[in-house]
Structures are given as C-alpha cells and as structure tokens.
C-alpha cells in the first residue's frame, strides 16, 4: 500500500471559530461543496454538542456529502457530546467521531483539574463508548489537546494511546495546539508516537499558527510518519482561517508537498484534489468568512506572481522560474475579472423576471420553461435575505443547480413549488452531487 500525506479539512469547525462575522447555513454549504469538489479526503463539520445550530449545519452538511468523502464531527470525552456527534454525521456514508482531551501536564493539573489517570481513563471510556454508539461503518478519532507541550510526559501519552488505540481508535490525531515547540521538536515528539503504535494507526497533525511554522509543522510531521510506513493525515483550513493566528493553510502545504525540495517527485497526493479549483475556493471562503486574503498569502495573494524590480521582472520574463515556484494557471488564477464600469444589471429581493434572466443570462445558465424561472427567482430572492449581502455568481449557480437544498436552509421560507421541467429536474438529481458546475 503506497503511503502518502491525506489533506482533512477542518474550515468549517476549527476555521469557523476564527473571529469574523457569523456565517449562514447556505454560506457552509456552499464552502462545503467547493471542498469536496476541490478533492479533500475528509471534512470535519462542526462541533454538535456546542449549540443547536452547529447541530442542525452538521446533520445536512452529512446527509449531502459524497460517499468517497469522511465526514468528521468534533466531541469531548463525555457521552452527551459524543452521541449528539453521532447523531449529526451517522447518515453519511463515512461518518468519524472526533473526541479530544488535553493530557498536558500544565492542563491536566491547572485546566482539567485532574490526575492523569483519571484523564486516561477518560479518554480509553469515550472511544469504548463512541465504538459501541457508532454505527458500523463508523470510525473514531482521538486527539490530545496541546500535544506540542507534552515533551515532558510523552511516556504517559504513549501508554495512553496504546490503551485508546486496544479500546477502538483508528486515528490519533496529534495537535500543536499553541506553537510553542520549534517544528524539529514537534516532530520528534510525533515520531515517538507512530514508533509505539501499530502502523495502520493513521497519524493525523493538526498545528496552529502561533509562530507562523504551522504549515512547516504540519508538513514534516506528516513526512516522518509516511518515511516510517504510516499513512497520515495533515489537517488544514481555507486561507489558513482558525483561532488565533490561525491554521495550516491548505493550499501552502498541498504546495509544499508537490513543489519543494524535500517532497517534490518523491511524495504523491490524494489524485482526487484538483489544484487549478484553489484560486475559486479561497476567494469564496475569504467572501463568507468577510476576511480578505493577505496580499503576500502563498498562492492565492494578489501579490503571490507580482514582480516589480527590475531584476525580478526581466527574470519572470525570461523564464518564471527565476521567481516562480509554481505557475497561477495551476491554481486556476489567470482568467480576466469582469467588473461592470457601466449598466449593471442584479438580482435580489426586488429582482424582477427581465433582470433575473438577464442575469442569468451571462451565467451560461438557461430555463426550460416560466415556471422553472419564477421558482429560481423566488429562491433568489430569499436568498438575497437570507444572506444580506448581493448574491455572487457561485451562490447564484449553486441556487440554479441544488434549488431543493437552497430551500432547505434558508433562514425565511421561501415559495417553492417545483413543477414542470424544474420538478423533472430536482428529480433526476436527487441525492447526486453533479461536478465541478460551482
């Protein structure tokens, strides 16, 4: 079995707790469809237990998600949190239970107010009891909170997962939870481990940003548990979006894997990711989240191909790679932005018929019959209220395309009827993810 590095999205739980502006359920959706079009192996949804409304987002975001993709929800080492994780994701086809404790001497003493076994036997009863509640195609994870500042007690760490592991675990996820821990001390911490358990025990990194080396963290961290025969996974987020100073950054370590020294040629990725759709998802993401992307972000900055020196200049001329890692046509940058310097025609709350297909008109996108037209305005229309923001071209391809889903989670409720072509249509695609439209 060829070992390489896996890519698990955690935006829309660990992104979503950066500070910005709260996102609707629509905005998740369609985040989470850019996602599993792009081709991440998995995607932790949220955290159920933490409010009702995170609840209801991971229920659906499970009920649509494609069979190839894991579907991961966050819980404590406490059976209420692990059965309302359970509840939200066990309809999808491949459905992970994410619980977590810290084991740091520093947290177990002062935060946890705990003895360490104690929190060992926390940790071995929550995967037990998430192994028995789980449904069987069902898989578990289990992290150590600021496992970075565990150097001290890492035997006490290591026994502790051998017993998680024996209990059910398939994942250990290791986090730098607060980078405190240059990245050769981090990875020495994460080689201890994977030396100590059995090698199918997937190796899952999850660094924060702290310091600016979560990508670098992430990265080699994965790389030394492949070079040791374990397959690992690397958690990122969208424009390295998280608490703090944020994440690792998805594109920034997808890069580093295919394109720098120590990776180029040697490591393969997941073939299902499909680079040239980053440019596309970090703009939306930075849309919804209200965060622009940094000028100077890897990738996807305005300033990531920009090149004013003379020197710099005349040698991206001659050749790109004098100053270029990596070409923008790879990321799907490239293609001209349109903006409207003259007559602007929108669609919203008072969109009228004429204006709508007007609109969509320059989508490329067409009606079969009124019908089919009047319910999409309609849906655009609430939507427009839904979001309080004019609606973007992809939210308006999404509408076109998923008009049963757009309905369904919106805030308002919209008039809806399907009939006619529209109903054959919705129909025909029930249950069906259609590619690459958004």
Known sequence: ?????????????????????????????LIFKKLTEFGV???????????????????????IAPENTVISALARTVEKDILKGIEAIQHCAK???????????????????KEPHEVRKLAVEAVAFAKEKLPKNGEIEFSIEHFGDCAENIDYVIETLKDVVNAGAHVINLPNTVERERVKNFVTLVEKVYNAL???????????????????????????AIDAGVNAYINTAINGMGERAGNADLISCLLAVLKSSGFGGKYKIDPNIDLSKAWKLAKYTAYAFGVPIPINQP???????????????????????????YDYEELGRGEPEIVETGRMITTGEYGGIKGFRNVFKNLELEFHDEDEARNILELCRYANVHTQKPLTDSELRFIYYYPDIAAKIMTVTPYYIPTGELKKRVDANQNTMPGAII
């Not at 998995?42 to 499970?62: H, N």
């Open 95 to 113: 459905p992970r239970l994410h619980t977590f404790i810290a084991m740091s001497p520093f947290n177990m003493k002062y935060v946890l107010n």
């Open 1 to 29: 079995m060829t070992r390489q590095p896996f890519f698990y999205d955690i935006t829309l739980r660990d992104g979503n707790q950066s500070l910005k502006k709260p996102w609707n359920l629509s905005e998740k959706e």
């Open 299 to 325: 990738a996807v900055g305005r300033n990531a191909f920009a090149h004013e020196s003379g020197i710099h200049a005349d040698g991206a001329l001659k050749d790109r790679r004098n100053y270029e890692l």
């Open 41 to 63: 192996q998995g995607i932790e949804v949220g955290f159920p237990a933490s409010s009702e409304l995170d609840f209801q987002a991971c229920k659906r975001l499970a009920e």
């Open 198 to 224: 059995p090698k199918d025990i997937i190796i899952s990194v999850h660094c924060h940003n702290d310091l600016g080396m979560a990508a670098g963290c992430s990265v080699l961290g994965a790389k030394a």
